[in-house]
């Protein structure tokens, strides 16, 4: 696989990850129905491996809110 091929799907990653830190109605889905909700990002052009989907859905699900609040408390400030 090509270089373009990885940096392709790093960018797909960021981008969800991106996208559930800013859409708290993303956020609740996922918490919700994670699978559902990643399956939903391959058909908006997210796709994601096994791996990374793995990964998304072992996380604690709570750091999601926890650095969403970080990041609006921290953009708040900023302005």
């Not at 919700?32 to 699900?61: N, V």
């Amino acid at each position: 696989m090509t270089n373009d091929f990885y940096r392709y799907r790093q960018q797909s990653l960021e981008i969800f990850i991106d996208h559930l830190l800013e859409d708290e109605e993303l956020r609740d889905s996922f918490l919700r129905t994670p699978r559902q909700t990643l399956r939903h990002a391959a058909d908006w052009g997210l796709p994601l491996c096994e791996s990374e989907m793995r990964a998304l859905i072992a996380a604690d699900p709570s750091v999601w809110d926890r650095i969403a609040d970080e990041l609006d408390s921290r953009l708040q400030q900023a302005a």
